[in-house]
């Protein structure tokens, strides 16, 4: 098993990518996986929360200006951006929805092992993970009431429990193990762990999909506009990000920018739970292949970027 999950995580990017297709290419896989996306969700939470650096947090709290106005980015100034281009665009409704709701999603907990396999300020992004992570429900239901009009539809009860399933519960669980077995003997798991990462995120990915090979064949037109958005909005705010935040240096602007494009967005999927239409799984789904592609193709484009 030690070896398997070894493989798995030297060949995370490949794997990573090919999870993403498979889901569209064997939908009976996908429909299958989708019974474990919530179990999925907190599983990967807790592994990688486990897996997690806590001295690099405590050097990003060293220095927390940048980590500061980075989250300030994240979680508020970004979903108000989405809604004015939207605003402007005359996008539908739900592409709305889903696109405001990308931009108030917290910092990618994948965005960690991408940081450190290309290169970048992997204390920065752990540091920007834990804060919009914790932030959500403060961040989140102003978008909800006055950008979206949407407060209404979602259940404040169930949404807090959900927010302590999937996020209050790993961060405790981790934190516990943590100090149960030491930091040395996590870090002597650490391919372990990084291969159990890989397969819980192509798990998730494949439970994303389903259902969605059918809505390609079925509305192609609709599909492909959910993915530019996506795509165009996740490479959007990585440039927006390096280069609001090019005078902190190439290092930092370019791992801002990183965590700026890619968003925790199955955690939102299941914090809503449906509470903003089917259409929203949909993008979420879409919103998936640039993220599960970019350890594939950003290391060479960081290489050459000089870091």
Wanted: include cysteine; glycine fraction near 10%; charge should be positive.
């Amino acid at each position: 098993m030690t070896d398997a999950l070894a493989f798995l995580a030297r060949r995370a990017p490949l794997f990573l990518a090919l999870g993403v297709f498979a889901g569209l290419f064997l939908p009976d896989i996908a429909t299958a996986a989708r019974t474990l996306l919530e179990p999925g969700v907190v599983a990967l939470m807790t592994v990688s929360l486990l897996r997690l650096d806590w001295s690099a947090l405590g050097r990003s709290l060293r220095a927390p200006a940048a980590a500061l106005v980075a989250a300030l980015w994240l979680l508020v100034l970004t979903p108000l951006l989405a809604w004015s281009l939207a605003l402007a665009l005359g996008l539908s409704p739900s592409l709305t929805t889903a696109l405001v709701l990308n931009g108030a999603a917290p910092a990618l907990i994948a965005a960690i092992p991408i940081a450190q396999l290309v290169g970048l300020d992997a204390p920065l992004v752990v540091g920007l993970v834990v804060v919009t992570t914790l932030a959500l429900p403060v961040t989140l239901m102003p978008v909800l009431l006055w950008l979206l009009g949407l407060a209404g539809a979602l259940d404040l009860g169930a949404f807090l429990l959900r927010f302590a399933l999937y996020i209050v519960a790993p961060f405790a669980v981790a934190g516990t193990l943590r100090a149960w077995l030491g930091g040395a003997r996590i870090e002597a798991r650490t391919v372990s762990l990084d291969g159990a990462n890989v397969v819980l995120l192509v798990l998730c990915a494949l439970g994303l999909m389903d259902g969605v090979t059918a809505e390609v064949l079925a509305r192609p037109g609709k599909m492909l506009g959910f993915l530019v958005a996506a795509v165009v909005f996740n490479a959007g705010l990585q440039a927006l990000g390096a280069l609001a935040f090019r005078g902190r240096g190439r290092l930092a602007a370019l791992t801002v920018g990183l965590v700026l494009g890619n968003r925790n967005m199955a955690l939102m999927l299941v914090l809503m739970a449906g509470a903003v239409g089917p259409d929203f799984g949909l993008y979420v789904a879409m919103a998936q292949l640039p993220i599960y592609l970019l350890p594939a193709l950003g290391t060479p484009i960081y290489r050459r970027l000089g870091v």
